[in-house]
């Protein structure tokens, strides 16, 4: 469920012709901030100018799961050697790795007739991967930040004991937090030699 502001919920439920861009936050493993946007304009939201001339963005159409799966976004960008990613051509940037464990998020904004920003709506948020990259045309496949609650628990692994112990029988817990340990149950299969 998305959290609107009342202004922009009575203009979704009222307008018939809506005007809206997507707004894109490219966040480098460094912390360093890029703003793109789609529309014909410069955008400012939130304390931040989103740039419509620095690169061409073009986005497939986002599909939110109700399960524990990987949401993914395919985002293409299309470029020239002038559309620089700090101090290289962002191509050659994407070769040397400055993409990697980057994160882009997606937000629509919408404008009502006067160009006025009325609200944003926060899309999509995820871990860039560089699916291919040449040419005029970078492609990024960008996956959900929850991708690791697809993993299987690793089998034949031994844990470190948590704040318990067993005595008698009977299982004693201890009223100390322990943030360095995991509690996981652990059932030897008949292969494993203990």
């Keep these: 469920m998305k959290t ?3 202004e922009l919920s009575t203009y979704l439920n009222t307008k018939k012709a809506l005007s809206s861009c997507d707004l894109y936050v490219l966040t ?3 912390g360093t901030a890029y703003y793109y946007t789609d529309a014909d304009h410069d955008v400012t939201y939130g304390g931040h100018t989103y740039a419509h001339n620095a690169l061409l963005l073009k986005r497939q159409q986002t599909k939110i799961n109700n399960v524990i799966s990987v949401d993914t976004m395919t985002v293409s960008i299309y470029a020239t050697k002038d559309d620089k990613l700090g101090d290289k051509p962002i191509f050659l940037a994407a070769h040397d790795g400055a993409l990697d464990r980057a994160t882009l998020s997606l ?3 919408f404008f009502d007739e006067d ?3 009325i609200g944003v709506i926060d899309l999509f948020a ?3 991967e560089v699916k291919s990259c ?3 045309q970078m ?3 960008v996956k959900s930040k929850v991708q690791g609650l697809s993993q299987e628990f690793p089998r034949r692994r031994f844990y470190p004991q948590g704040t318990y112990s067993t005595s008698g029988g ?3 817990s201890s009223t100390e937090e322990d943030s360095a340990s995991v509690i996981a149950p652990y059932v030897p299969l008949k292969e494993v030699l203990l």
């Design 4 to 6: 609107v502001s009342d």
């Design 28 to 30: 480098l493993y460094d």
């Design 107 to 109: 937000s629509r904004a």
């Design 115 to 117: 160009d006025t920003l």
């Design 126 to 128: 995820g871990i860039t």
């Design 134 to 136: 040449g040419g005029l």
């Design 139 to 141: 492609q990024l496949t």
């Design 170 to 172: 009977k299982v004693s």
